[in-house]
C-alpha cells in the first residue's frame, strides 16, 4: 500500500478501534474522553510554568505523591483499623452506584471488615473513614515529605481556629477529610462536591479509575447518580454523549500518585482490586469566595431539628466556634490569595528578566541571588508584606526563611515556591 493510503488506513482504524482498559473490563470508543489531565512529578509542580496547577486551577496527577513516604508501606488496612478502628465509619455495602445507594454507620473496624470480605464474594463496597483534623495529621505524618502546598490546610486551620474542637468539627461536618477503602468494583457515581472545595486524593494501594468533567459541559452530566460514567446508557441519556466526546477524561490513578480536580468538577470512580485512598479537600485562589459562601450557608441554616435524633456517629453540625471563626478564617485566605498574586507577578517578571514599578514609582530588577545589601532590597510583595533578607528572601519576619529565591523553601510551614527579592534599578 503506498504510505499515504497506509497512514490514512492506520488513522481509521485508530478511530474505530476502542480503547481497551487494562484490569478493568472496560472498552470505550476512541472519540470518548477528550480531555488530558496532565501527570507532573512534585519536582514539575514548583517548575515557573506551572502556575495553572500550582493554583488549582486545572485537575493533574501527581506522579511521584508518595515517593520517599512511609505511607506506601505502612498506611494500610489494618493500620486504620488500629489506629481508627473504634472511629465511626460510613460502609456502603454496594459501593454509591446512584443517590439511592445510604451508608450505614458503623466502627470504622467492621466497616473495613465487611469491605474485605465483601472482596471476595465480588461486591464492590466502600468504608470511609471520616477524619478530624486530629486524625488528619496522623495521617499527614505518614506522608511527608513532599506534601504539595496546595492541599495544605493547616496555615489555616491554626491560625483562626483555636480549639481542636473547633477544627475537627469543621473536617468531620463538611467531610473534609477521609479514608476510602474499597473492594475490587467499588466507586461512586458521576457527582459533584458541594462546598466548593477543591479536592485531592493520594492513592495509597490498589488502582481506581476516574471519569472527570469539566463543570462547562454540566448541561449535559444529568442529575448526580443518573447515569453510570464507565457504561453509560446513552439510550436513556443521550446529552451525555456530548459530555463523553468533549467534556470528560479517563484516568487511572496507580499507587503513590495523586488526582488533583478543582471545584464543580464532575467525577465518578472505580476501583480496580481493593483500593485504599486519602482524600482531603482544599481551599484555594479560585475557590476561597465559594466555599466561605457554602459554609456561611450551612452555619446560617443548619437542618432542621427532626424528633428523631440524628443516628449515632452521623457527622455533626457545624460548631458554633467554627460559624463564629468563619469570617476570620476567609479574611486569612483572601490574604494569602492576594499576596501569592502579588508574588507570581514578581517570579513572572524574574523569570522573564524584566523590571518591576513598585508601588512607589520607582522601578526595581529580579536579584536572583539576593546579592545587594539587605537595606537596599524591595519588599517581595510591593511593600506591603515581607522584607528580604541577607541569605535570600523571607516572607515577612516571623514566616520561615527560603534560602534559594525562587527555589522551593517553607513559608507559612508548608512547603512552597521561594519569593524573589528585588532590588532598586
Ligand atoms: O474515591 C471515590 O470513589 C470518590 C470520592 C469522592 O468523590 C469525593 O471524595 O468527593
Known amino acids: 500500500m503506498a504510505p499515504a493510503l497506509a497512514a490514512i488506513a492506520a488513522l481509521l482504524s485508530a478511530i474505530a478501534a476502542p480503547t481497551h ?33 500550582q493554583r488549582g486551577g486545572a485537575p493533574f496527577i501527581l506522579t511521584n505523591a508518595l515517593q520517599s513516604s512511609e505511607a506506601l508501606t505502612d498506611l494500610t488496612a489494618d493500620w486504620v483499623k488500629r489506629k481508627f478502628g473504634s472511629r465511626h465509619a460510613d460502609l456502603y455495602e ?18 473495613l471488615e465487611f469491605v474485605e470480605n465483601s472482596g471476595l464474594a465480588g461486591n464492590g463496597s466502600y468504608a470511609m473513614v471520616r477524619l478530624g483534623a486530629t486524625q488528619t495529621a496522623a495521617v499527614r505524618a505518614l506522608m511527608s515529605p513532599g506534601y504539595p502546598a496546595l492541599f495544605d490546610s493547616d496555615w489555616w486551620l491554626q491560625s483562626c481556629l483555636h480549639s481542636t474542637a473547633a477544627r475537627d468539627n469543621v473536617f468531620l461536618a463538611v467531610a473534609w477529610s ?7 468494583s467499588a466507586g461512586f457515581h458521576l457527582h459533584w462536591d458541594s462546598i466548593n472545595t477543591g479536592t485531592f486524593q493520594f492513592q495509597v494501594a490498589g488502582t481506581k479509575h476516574w471519569v472527570v468533567c469539566d463543570p462547562r459541559g454540566e448541561e ?14 446513552l439510550k436513556a441519556y443521550p446529552a451525555f454523549r456530548e459530555a463523553l466526546t468533549k467534556h470528560c477524561a479517563h484516568v487511572a490513578v496507580a499507587p503513590g500518585e495523586a488526582l488533583f480536580y478543582p471545584s464543580n468538577w464532575w467525577h465518578a470512580t472505580k476501583s480496580d482490586g481493593a483500593t485504599l485512598g486519602f482524600v482531603g479537600r482544599t481551599v484555594t485562589r479560585w475557590n476561597h469566595k465559594d466555599v466561605h459562601q457554602a459554609l ?3 452555619c446560617d441554616n443548619p437542618a432542621p431539628r427532626t424528633s428523631k435524633p440524628p443516628p449515632k456517629g452521623a457527622p455533626p453540625a457545624l ?15 483572601a490574604d494569602r490569595f492576594s499576596v501569592l498574586e502579588e508574588r507570581s507577578l514578581e517570579r513572572q517578571a524574574a523569570s522573564a528578566g524584566t523590571t518591576r514599578r513598585m508601588l512607589d514609582g520607582t522601578v526595581s530588577h529580579p536579584d536572583p541571588e539576593c546579592r545587594t545589601a539587605p537595606q537596599d532590597r524591595r519588599d517581595c510583595s510591593a511593600g506591603t508584606h515581607g522584607e528580604c533578607i541577607a541569605s535570600g528572601c523571607c516572607w515577612g519576619p516571623t514566616r520561615a526563611r527560603c534560602s534559594t529565591p525562587g527555589g522551593s523553601g517553607s513559608l507559612d510551614g508548608a512547603s512552597d515556591l521561594c519569593p524573589w527579592c528585588f532590588a532598586p534599578a
Open 21 to 53: 482498559v487494562a484490569g478493568l473490563e472496560l472498552e470505550f470508543p476512541s472519540d470518548w474522553f477528550p480531555v488530558r489531565i496532565p501527570r507532573v512529578t512534585r519536582e514539575d509542580l514548583a517548575l515557573p510554568g506551572h502556575e495553572e496547577l
Open 94 to 111: 454496594h459501593g454509591i452506584r446512584d443517590t439511592n445507594d445510604k451508608p450505614v454507620i458503623t466502627s470504622a473496624s467492621d466497616a
Open 178 to 184: 477521609i479514608l476510602i477503602v474499597g473492594s475490587d
Open 220 to 233: 449535559s452530566f444529568y442529575d448526580p447518580g443518573d447515569i453510570d460514567a464507565f457504561a453509560p446508557d
Open 296 to 298: 456561611r450557608k450551612r
Open 319 to 333: 460548631s458554633k466556634e467554627f460559624c463564629s471563626a468563619l469570617d476570620t478564617c476567609a479574611e486569612l485566605w
